[in-house]
């Protein structure tokens, strides 16, 4: 089952998860359910996720659950302010992923869902910025790229720069 996960992202990140916190854990995960959060169960976690809640509007629903870490994968760059929702995170350790902002790419915005869009797509030094900010001391971070099977100058530029950064901080 390991490696026939869909994305070489969620094996990335399933990796990074699995070295910090071993199954069994119980999650936070920021968002809605999505293929992530089965994948997480599937290897023994138990998720919670804050359902379709504006978190942005609602920054205190991730006070709801007493959990060993809160999970945020590739969520805070569809916020507006990121930095309220990490304030209001009261679990003593995070894990979470963003986008990195590519050079040679516009920021990522569906046309068909106004939710799937990016607001923020950070270079890492902005990201540990917020962490920092917000009250969290970065123990661990990890990059990858994320190749497209596609011809072109940006495909090529894509197997090298890397696209994902994950981290582990603590309060």
């Known amino acids: 089952m390991y490696n026939e996960l869909p994305h070489k992202r969620y094996k990335h990140t399933l990796d990074f998860l699995q070295n910090i916190l071993p199954a069994p854990a119980t999650i936070l995960d920021l968002g809605v359910r999505n293929p992530f959060s089965e994948i997480m169960e599937q290897h023994g976690y138990k998720v919670y996720n804050t359902s379709g809640e504006d978190l942005d509007e609602f920054p205190e629903i991730v006070k709801q659950h007493k959990v060993d870490a809160v999970t945020a994968f590739e969520i ?3 916020l507006l302010s990121p930095y309220e ?5 009261e679990c003593e350790k995070i894990i979470a992923t963003v986008p990195l902002k590519l050079w040679f790419a516009k920021a990522y915005r569906s046309k068909t869902d106004m939710r799937d869009r990016h607001f923020h797509e950070f270079e890492d030094w902005q990201f540990d910025w917020l962490l920092e900010k917000s009250g969290w001391n970065i123990k661990k971070k990890s990059k990858w790229t994320s190749p497209i099977h596609k011809i072109g100058f940006r495909p090529i530029l894509r197997k090298f720069t890397p696209r994902y950064y994950a981290i582990y901080a603590e309060k």
């Not at 929702?85 to 995170?89: C, D, E, N, P, R």
Request: no cysteine; aromatic share 12%.
């Open 85 to 89: 929702v990490l304030k209001a995170i």
């Open 76 to 78: 805070f760059e569809h």
